[in-house]
């Protein structure tokens, strides 16, 4: 899949929106998005179903809800998968590639994975009962002011603090941070990784840099997934691909991911292998 903007710029335009304005989105702009969206794919070799939603068109609106977290949205988009290995991340990074085009045409979203009411919005968009149905995002554009929710729940969750590099990236073993220096020719996708969204802003995501290969590691908080049924911090990890897979694209680094690579490496505890990425 080949993206048609630049990673800092999207990521550093991209914040989650919970306010939104009035304005009606443009015919081309809605059309570009559906566009992008019939065009992608993943490195997991997953189907990700996209499922859109005008709340214009709806007769019943009264029972979608965010439990006040969103205001103002009239458009969403779901995804759905079927329940199998890999599939979660393959969602994450599907998604997050129309999360980043959106801000690259001035449209903000919001991932939510828990504050939407699933079931109704399941039936708004016909969403099978074989699939899972865990993430909407509400686009738009976002108001001139957030609400105090809005204010309160960035704070709540630091969204703008990122952990530094030595907390995430390690060289050969997860005794020895990676520096930038180390990383070489692999600084602006680590980078840009570094700076992706994620539930809570977790950032579960761990890389260890080992010979050809950076080795994709989930910190599985415990019990944050235990509302769920399913881990949701793997549609992180999906995140983490698509942050790493399109800046390394954009700087012409070759490589492939492959979730069969574990390397035999002492793991921290709550540390789990998910998948690696092959330099070609």
């Not at 048609?4 to 710029?9: I, P, Y």
């Not at 603090?161 to 996708?189: C, I, M, V």
């Amino acid at each position: 899949m080949n993206i048609d903007f630049l990673m800092e710029e999207a990521v550093k335009q991209r914040y989650s929106v919970r306010n939104y304005a009035e304005q009606e989105l443009e015919a081309d702009k809605r059309k570009a998005l559906e566009l992008f969206v019939d065009a992608l794919d993943n490195p997991f070799g997953k189907e990700v179903n996209f499922h859109y939603l005008d709340q214009d068109d709806m007769k019943d609106q009264q029972k979608l809800g965010t439990y006040g977290v969103i205001k103002g949205a009239k458009q969403y988009i779901g995804t759905s998968i079927k329940a199998e290995p890999m599939a979660l991340e393959a969602l994450g990074y599907e998604l997050e590639a129309v999360i980043l085009y959106l801000a690259h045409l001035g449209l903000g979203t919001c991932w939510l994975g828990g504050t939407f009411n699933r079931k109704a919005f399941a039936k708004a968009m016909n969403i099978g009962e074989d699939e899972l149905f865990p993430i909407i995002t509400p686009y738009g554009y976002a108001a001139s002011k957030m609400h105090i929710k809005e204010t309160f729940m960035r704070k709540l969750v630091r969204a703008d603090h990122r952990k530094q590099w030595n907390e995430l990236f390690y060289s050969n073993d997860f005794q020895s941070p990676l520096t930038r220096e180390e990383a070489g020719d692999l600084d602006f996708p680590l980078e840009m990784l570094r700076l992706g969204p994620s539930a809570s802003n977790k950032q579960p995501w761990r890389v260890v840099l080992k010979g050809n290969a950076c080795h994709f590691y989930e910190y599985k908080e415990p019990r944050y997934s235990d509302s769920f049924p399913y881990d949701i911090q793997r549609i992180d990890m999906g995140i983490a691909a698509a942050h790493f897979d399109f800046s390394a694209k954009e700087k012409g680094i070759k490589g492939h991911f492959d979730a069969a690579c574990e390397p035999d490496l002492a793991l921290p505890a709550h540390m789990e292998y998910v998948f690696s990425w092959i330099r070609e």
